[in-house]
């Protein structure tokens, strides 16, 4: 039995349409034929027209084991990427949903910049199944939320990292970390003019909190990874035993 309510229009490229209600709800993603694009066009469907729908790109194998780069090659298995295995990384493993392109750019536009919040849900619900995908339960001592700098938050009212976590509970910590400068936008900078910015911004709240915890750190979109290398560095140097990342956005560069 379908529904036809009254039309929505797309968040991505403005055009109107007709959204269906069906009873069917969102998949589950262990048992989604379609995995994480099937999950990602139902929770978007009163959100995206079904043409842009489709051009979400999940963060699907061969990807890299550490930094979760998606290589282009969609043949093979995971393994390290070049990058990877000539640095070190201050983190275990990176993961995303998707690639961070125009698409998924623009959505996360309007989430965090033009109050587009209801977004928030379902972003929300598709970070939640990649985090199942990639974490045994249990084994994430604490979710901690990349801090906005305090006058940012206030200008925006509220932090868009937290936000996608804040049904997981208790274990979402947002006084662990913070942001003791504020940093131009990473948009535009370089990779190593994002490092330079992100250098010394953040500092540890609570040391004794993260002492051999095994973290995981949240963030909107993994770009260059200069902003949650620097976190995961400085809870590192608290001994946190392990840091991991889970972003909504992958770049590919
Ligand atoms: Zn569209
Ligand atoms: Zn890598």
């Given at each position: 039995m379908k529904n036809a309510l009254l039309p929505f229009s797309c968040r991505v490229c403005g055009q109107f349409f007709h959204y269906y209600e069906t009873n069917?709800?969102?998949?589950d993603y262990a048992s989604a034929p379609g995995g994480l694009e099937a999950l990602f066009t139902c929770l978007m469907a009163q959100h995206l027209c079904p043409v842009c729908a489709r051009q979400f790109t999940a963060a699907e194998p061969p990807i890299c084991t550490r930094c979760g780069l998606i290589f282009k090659s969609r043949q093979g298995e995971d393994h390290l990427c070049g990058d990877c295995l000539e640095s070190e990384k201050p983190y275990g493993m990176a993961r995303a949903a998707g690639v961070h392109d125009q698409s998924l750019m623009t959505i996360m536009h309007a989430y965090k910049y033009d109050g587009k919040v209801q977004l928030g849900g379902p972003l929300s619900k598709l970070l939640t199944a990649v985090y199942e995908r990639h974490w045994r339960p249990g084994s994430i001592d604490l979710v901690v939320p990349v801090p906005l700098y305090p006058a940012r938050l206030r200008k925006r009212g509220f932090n868009q990292a937290y936000l996608l976590v804040r049904?997981?509970?208790?274990?979402?910590?947002?006084?662990?970390?913070?942001?003791t400068r504020r940093t131009a936008p990473q948009t535009g900078l370089g990779r190593k003019e994002r490092l330079k910015n992100v250098k010394g911004a953040f500092s540890v709240k609570a040391p004794a909190a993260v002492k051999n915890r095994h973290i995981l750190l949240v963030d909107d979109v993994y770009t260059t990874g200069a902003t949650v290398r620097e976190c995961a560095r400085i809870l590192k140097r608290c001994n946190a035993a392990q840091v991991d990342i889970l972003t909504v956005g992958r770049a590919v560069t």
């Open positions: 069917q709800g969102a998949p049904s997981w509970g208790d274990v979402v910590k947002r006084d662990i970390l913070q942001r």
